[in-house]
């Protein structure tokens, strides 16, 4: 087994958002199988505080034996950071290292709450992205990321057998460079929670403040729908019950908002989520996003399986400014 470091300096790195006591995580194996497969390279991107920089750390196995001791090895510096960052880590890397740990008998395992999965939150987020589909290469392109790398984890899988027959080096740097650049850009592709968030926010003015509203979760029942987020700006707790909805500010930087909704159809074959403009004080000339031709009166917050993320902002934004 064989530990390759190597320094980088990468702008992006120097965010605030960054904490240096977080790091990256990505593995490669030879296939899907956790019990026939093997991790044959693990990556850890993280700062040195030795060295005073940001380091790859990838711990690669020279032979299908070294397997056992490049889990351990990883594994217990894994152990030094309560924030793993990756790219559906949870689905796939943690479950397999995990397994193989167990395997081996070793008294270590990633923690799920310890790992901060950026696939899992763009899933619950994909809606409001207007992205095709998750795959790391269409998230790549959707933040213009491009990168060099020609190769697929399916090639590597190839590359990886053929090294270990023939051991030709150049295979060797094919999977290093792969798994390097994949850890280099999933600092770049941090960026696209920066875009949910921004994508999920608005404000009020309440007073000489301004409040900062960042919806977190949205939630259905039979007739309403539930926000709940975080929030910054207040200084005290606020509750108001109304007929047609709820707003509960209880501990200063958490809200939930409680819609009381209806549900029809925009046209015949799409559903949606609607709520009446007079129920809520809310404007005439209120803006929408969406092209359907509905009643005036109506406000749409829904169609089929898609939030109007935008109207939902500005209808949320509405109803707060007429109430705080």
């Known amino acids: 087994m ?3 470091k190597k320094k980088i300096n990468k702008k992006s790195l120097n965010n605030k958002d960054i904490s240096k006591d977080v790091c990256f ?28 920089s940001w380091v790859i750390a990838q711990y690669f196995a020279n032979d299908l034996k070294d397997e056992p001791q490049l889990l351990l090895e990883s594994s217990k ?24 740990l167990r395997y081996f008998g070793f008294p270590y395992s990633i923690k799920r709450e310890n790992s901060l999965d950026i696939y899992s939150i763009l899933r619950k987020n994909k809606s ?14 959707y933040l213009g990321i491009y990168r060099e790398d020609i190769y697929s984890g399916k090639d590597c ?24 650049e994949d850890l280099y850009f999933l600092i770049d592709i941090m960026n696209i929670l920066n875009i949910i968030k921004e994508k999920k926010s608005f404000k009020v003015k309440k007073d000489e403040n301004i409040l900062d509203f ?24 606020f509750i108001h019950y109304d007929r047609n909805f709820n707003i509960l500010i209880e501990n200063k930087d958490k809200f939930e908002i409680i819609i009381y909704t209806n549900k029809g159809l925009v046209t015949p074959d799409k559903t949606c989520i609607f709520v009446d403009k007079s129920d809520f004080n809310l404007p005439k000339n209120i803006r929408y996003s ?4 509905i009643p005036q009166n109506l406000f749409l917050l829904k169609i089929s399986s898609d939030y109007l993320l935008n109207d939902i902002l500005i209808f949320l934004k509405e109803i707060l400014q007429n109430i705080l």
Request: glycine share 6%.
């Open 2 to 4: 064989e530990i390759i």
């Open 214 to 237: 960042f919806i977190t979760d949205i939630k259905e029942s039979k007739d309403t729908m539930t926000f709940k987020g975080q929030l910054n700006g207040i200084k005290e707790k």
């Open 128 to 141: 409001f992205l207007e992205i095709e589909n998750l795959k790391l290469k269409t998230v790549e392109k």
């Open 25 to 52: 995580f990505d593995i490669e194996t030879t296939g899907f199988n956790r019990n026939n497969d093997i991790v044959y390279l693990i990556g850890i991107l993280y700062f040195d505080k030795k060295e005073n």
């Open 290 to 293: 969406h092209e359907y031709e």
């Open 77 to 100: 510096f894994l152990m030094n950071f309560e924030t793993i960052i990756n790219y559906n880590g949870n689905t796939f890397d943690i479950p397999f290292v995990n397994h193989k």
């Open 157 to 180: 899988i190839s590359f990886y057998n053929d090294y270990i027959l023939g051991g030709e080096l150049e295979l060797k740097e094919r999977l290093l460079s792969h798994n390097f």
